[in-house]
């Protein structure tokens, strides 16, 4: 059984980031278990199968190595909210794309669809 702990949010960010540009879901079970880790989802398990999901997807259509971009958006109301978009050598949108948020020792995670 997992034991859920607290991670570092550097530790967290660098298990999201390894976890896709490695194409590893696997790897990032400890940390989505963590209690300071929250999601917009039903529960973890039902996260972490889209996040599976999507990182199989994005292997598939995914051309040479994956890079990350930080990006803020104006539109976005909540201004602490950052995009976590991770691009490939070739396509102009993200293979990848997370809302990503650090909030009173919380780490908010979302997978956006598209």
């Given at each position: 059984?997992?034991?859920?702990?607290y991670?570092?949010s550097?530790e967290?960010?660098?298990?999201?980031?390894?976890?896709?540009?490695?194409?590893?879901?696997?790897s990032?079970?400890?940390i989505l278990?963590?209690?300071?880790?929250?999601?917009?989802?039903?529960?973890?398990v039902?996260?972490?199968?889209y996040?599976?999901?999507?990182l199989?997807?994005a292997?598939?259509?995914?051309?040479?190595?994956?890079?990350?971009?930080?990006e803020k958006?104006?539109w976005e109301?909540?201004?602490?909210m950052?995009?976590?978009n991770?691009?490939?050598?070739?396509?102009?949108?993200?293979r990848?794309?997370?809302?990503?948020?650090?909030?009173?020792?919380l780490?908010?995670?979302?997978?956006?669809?598209?």
């Amino acid at each position: 059984m997992l034991q859920k702990r607290y991670y570092k949010s550097e530790e967290i960010e660098q298990g999201l980031i390894y976890a896709c540009a490695n194409f590893d879901a696997g790897s990032f079970i400890p940390i989505l278990m963590a209690k300071n880790v929250v999601t917009e989802f039903p529960n973890k398990v039902r996260f972490y199968r889209y996040f599976k999901y999507m990182l199989n997807c994005a292997k598939c259509s995914t051309v040479g190595l994956l890079s990350l971009r930080k990006e803020k958006y104006n539109w976005e109301e909540d201004k602490e909210m950052r995009y976590y978009n991770f691009y490939d050598e070739i396509h102009k949108g993200s293979r990848l794309s997370f809302r990503y948020k650090v909030s009173n020792n919380l780490i908010f995670i979302d997978i956006m669809p598209f």
